[in-house]
């Protein structure tokens, strides 16, 4: 089993992308119970992650959210359960978890496979400044 703290959520992240990037600075600046730690995906922990759930990364290459007792989400899920531990308004957007996930992921995945080309990409994981180190698990 992964150690991580008992209270903490890991959100597993493409650290080249651009956009996914500055998606985990804005859940920084908005995790209003400092919930969660991160980790790239190009890191050894995810890769662990990964083989151990069995994850398909052809077809799940975004944003991953683990949770100790409960196991990984991912794409559309995991970005709503995201949501849900972030400050108010941006929790409110958990309510489209009601929508069906087929739904929910089309939209997601339209934008993952177009994330590169409207955002760019980066030739390495960003390397936090030593205030966020503490929030970022390799």
């Known amino acids: ?8 959520e890991l959100i597993l992240f493409d650290g080249v992308c651009n956009l996914c990037d500055s998606s985990i600075q804005f859940i920084i600046k908005h995790d209003k119970h400092n919930t969660f730690l991160f980790t790239p995906l190009q890191s050894e922990l995810s ?14 290459d975004s944003i991953i959210l683990f949770r100790k007792n409960e196991g990984v989400f991912y794409k559309s899920t995991a970005a709503l359960k995201i949501a849900s ?33 409207w955002f760019g990409k980066k030739e390495s994981c ?8 503490a929030k970022f698990i390799e």
Request: hydrophobic share 45%; charged share 25%; net charge positive.
């Open 47 to 60: 890769q662990s992650i990964i083989e151990q759930f069995g994850i398909d990364t052809q077809k799940i």
């Open 126 to 133: 960003m390397i936090p400044t030593p205030e966020l180190k």
């Open 85 to 117: 531990k972030l400050k108010f308004p941006i929790n409110i957007l958990a309510s489209f978890i009601i929508l069906p996930k087929f739904i929910r992921d089309t939209v997601y995945d339209f934008i993952a496979r177009n994330r590169y080309t």
């Open 1 to 8: 089993m992964i150690e991580i703290p008992e209270h903490k």
